[in-house]
């Protein structure tokens, strides 16, 4: 009969306790194999404030994600936690954003360490490790290495890291471990396929995003990248890019609030014009300006045939770049959004973008552009003194530039020159090495009588010696040969005839090189704000009368003539000591759009 009761009281207490149980997991959203603790503000301490949660791990079979954002872990809790982790092999999901809040900074790397030695006892091979707004720094990088390196992390395709105050060091870590991870994967026969990596807000500057870019590019799986306001600015980009370029599944880009400007701007649309795949691009609040939005807007008229969102907001881009992105996005049936909001349009520059948008129905696809920054004083200075404050080791850029001719002396007075895509061109193809001295002296120093003096050779010269692969040097020679434009029919024609090979063969590559070579252009004509101290001509009629020329060309395509009309309509001041031949240049200009 005691044997009764006792059994009859023992089934009592092990139903209540079952009971209990199935309580605590109701709580905690279980289901799908999943166990949720998010968002109850717990403050776990040790190992008794924890216990309901370690006896509902324990307990659930099959256990497959555990969430614990939004509480707050200390080391002991933490170390409860991982031994009841210990024997959940089936685990593959940890959300574990924000759950040190209060916490010393020197707690958290042993917090870390212990869950991460029961994820590599367990044999778990995770998925999804996201360990997002925990301010734990580069040391707390190192309580999650190990792990990295390990088996556990060899099936990771989500990594999240956003806002956890990694800097320059954490990111160095992390990019180490994601190398061996990486490597060790593959050797043992399932490379790590890394597919979203989120680590915005780390202060990772160029030091950290060019390490971790080493690793993007041999890994090569990724489809998001999300890494914005890390103060990175165009050597780390220019790092990243590189990296992109390897990831040809990448659909989502997110480096808002870093800093573009033009050679970063050049690097990313370089890289984005291989891949195929991408539907979003954030690079909102990155001066790019309007030299990197022409090249970007060249990427999307050959290129991201699926892109769905462009943001290029508070870039400094101008109006007239601006009409030249809304016109290259007319052909992408999937565009959905294109953020230009917070540029230097002015009140009429805004309602221009307005109606070039409505034209071609897509009105609904433009954002606000309340924010707009109001159309740049046209007497502002625009040679771009106030460019990258990241240079200190590149030197003064002007100076490079006046001696680009005289460093490659090869490439004008040697044994090789090169075509329009920078190919080499053989010795039996080169102009006589007297020929190329006196091109080379012409350009030194130009003057008609050089001109006509290269004799029928000249053209051979231009096509083979001008360096077509630097936009800078192939707008450069057209300025000079166009300088010295006269109405004598023979200097005349002996121009026209040479800024025709030119124009032809700097216009026959990539809508990316031509591009490039047209803003260049504009570049030095003043009309369009360059990055650097790149010395602008004093323009000449010549410049303007060749170009106008040129515009009536079957080479000049409608798109450059829009392009080169958006600039000169707005070219105020740089074209006014050239009236007569500015009118010219409309002129042809209208008639080739109006066509």
């Known amino acids: 009969m ?93 959300n574990w954003s924000d759950m040190f809040t209060g916490r010393l900074r020197s707690e958290i790397p042993s917090a870390l360490r212990s869950l991460g ?11 999804t490790l996201d360990l997002s707004d925990n301010a734990f720094g580069p040391d707390g990088v190192k309580g999650i290495e190990n792990l990295l390196k390990s088996p556990a992390c060899y099936s990771l395709c989500e990594l999240k890291l956003n806002n956890c105050g990694m800097g320059i060091g954490g990111g160095k870590i992390l990019a180490d471990a994601l190398t061996q991870c990486y490597q060790k994967s593959k050797e043992s026969g399932a490379p790590l396929r890394l597919k979203v990596f989120i680590a915005g807000r780390n202060r ?137 909001n917070g540029n230097c349009f002015g009140e009429e520059g805004c309602e221009r973008v307005r109606e070039a948008m409505e034209s071609m129905n897509m009105t609904d696809m433009l954002g606000s552009l309340s924010d707009d920054e109001g159309d740049p004083d046209e007497d502002e200075d625009e040679d771009g003194d106030d460019d990258d404050d990241d240079d200190e080791d590149e030197g003064c850029e002007e100076e490079e530039y006046e001696e680009e001719y005289e460093e490659e002396e090869n490439s004008l007075d040697g044994s090789s020159g090169s075509g329009s895509d920078g190919s080499p061109v053989k010795d039996s193809e080169n102009a006589p090495s007297s020929c190329s001295r006196d091109f080379k002296d012409f350009l030194s120093s130009p003057s008609a009588q050089k001109l006509l003096d290269l004799g029928a050779k000249r053209t051979v010269l ?23 434009y006269k109405d004598d029919p023979e200097v005349k024609q002996a121009v026209l005839d040479s800024t025709d090979v030119l124009m032809k063969k700097a216009l026959s590559g990539s809508c990316f090189q031509s591009h490039n070579f047209l803003s260049s252009l504009l570049v030095m004509l003043g ?62 200009l209208d008639q080739k759009t109006d066509a």
């Open 462 to 484: 231009i096509e083979q010696k001008v360096d077509y692969s630097d936009s800078m040097k192939t707008a450069d020679a057209f300025l000079k040969i166009s300088s010295i």
């Open 204 to 340: 990772l500057e160029n030091e950290g995003a060019t390490a971790l870019a080493k690793a993007f590019q041999l890994i090569g799986s990724l489809e998001e990248v999300h890494m914005p306001q890390n103060g990175i600015n165009h050597q780390g980009i220019t790092a990243l890019a590189g990296a992109m370029k390897h990831n040809a599944d990448l659909r989502v880009l997110n480096l808002n609030d870093n800093t573009f400007t033009k050679k970063g701007a050049l690097a990313m649309a370089e890289a984005l014009r291989h891949l195929r795949s991408v539907q979003v691009i954030n690079f909102g609040d990155c001066l790019v300006r309007s030299e990197g939005a022409i090249a970007i807007a060249a990427v999307l008229k050959e290129g991201l045939p699926i892109l769905k969102e462009l943001n290029l907001a508070f870039g400094e881009l101008t109006e007239a770049a601006a009409l030249v992105v809304a016109r290259a996005v007319k052909e992408k049936t999937h565009m959905e959004k294109l953020d230009l």
């Open 117 to 127: 030695s029961a994820l590599m006892a367990s044999g778990a091979r995770l998925i």
């Open 527 to 588: 009309v369009l704000k360059g990055d650097g101290k790149i010395q602008k001509v004093c323009v000449v009629p010549g410049h303007l009368l060749a170009l106008a020329h040129a515009v009536g060309q079957e080479y000049f395509s409608l798109d450059y003539a829009h392009m080169l009309q958006d600039f000169v309509s707005k070219g105020g001041k740089a074209l006014s000591s050239c009236s007569s031949a500015r009118s010219a240049l409309q002129e042809a």
């Open 2 to 94: 005691r044997c009764h009761i006792g059994s009859t009281v023992g089934d009592r207490m092990a139903s209540d306790d079952i009971a209990q149980l199935t309580d605590a997991l109701a709580k905690t959203h279980v289901g799908d194999g999943e166990l949720s603790y998010k968002g109850q503000g717990l403050k776990l301490d040790n190992a008794e404030s924890v216990s309901e949660m370690v006896s509902a791990i324990e307990a659930y079979q099959g256990l497959r994600a555990l969430r614990l954002e939004g509480n707050t872990v200390g080391v002991a809790a933490a170390e409860a936690i991982a031994k009841a982790l210990e024997k959940k092999s089936e685990l593959q999901r940890c």
